[in-house]
């Protein structure tokens, strides 16, 4: 299983969600509180919160991230790779969604 870096989730994340909504902007690497908001999405009615944890990532940040994001945003998901689903929701709130990605034939999957 190759192990995705951030910059391998992105791009697909965004396509993913511009399907999934349609209508949608995305600001990247954004200072919330003491933390950077790795994509902030915008729909018409919701402003999201994007954490990206790939195979590569730890969770060391995440407390403090987990409470800047939870003042600023309506809703929040991590987005991690598959080396993070046996344990992120050890992590994470349980309000809090979960998308996990992975490659399949060569292209990158959520789900």
Not at 14 to 27: E, I, P, Q, S, T
Not at 31 to 50: E, F, H, K, Q, Y
Not at 86 to 95: A, L, T
Request: charged share 35%; glycine share 6%; proline share 2%.
């Amino acid at each position: 299983m190759k192990k995705l870096l951030d910059k391998d989730m992105r791009e697909p994340l965004f396509a993913y969600f511009d399907l999934k909504y349609g209508k949608v902007r995305f600001f990247e690497e954004k200072t919330i509180g003491r933390s950077r908001a790795d994509v902030m999405m915008v729909t018409d009615d919701a402003i999201t919160g994007l954490e990206i944890k790939s195979d590569a990532d730890s969770y060391t940040r995440l407390k403090r991230q987990i409470r800047d994001y939870d003042k600023f945003f309506d809703y929040n998901y991590v987005v991690i790779g598959k080396s993070h689903l046996k344990h992120i929701e050890e992590h994470i709130p349980k309000y809090w969604g979960v998308i996990s990605c992975f490659e399949e034939d060569g292209e990158i999957c959520f789900e």
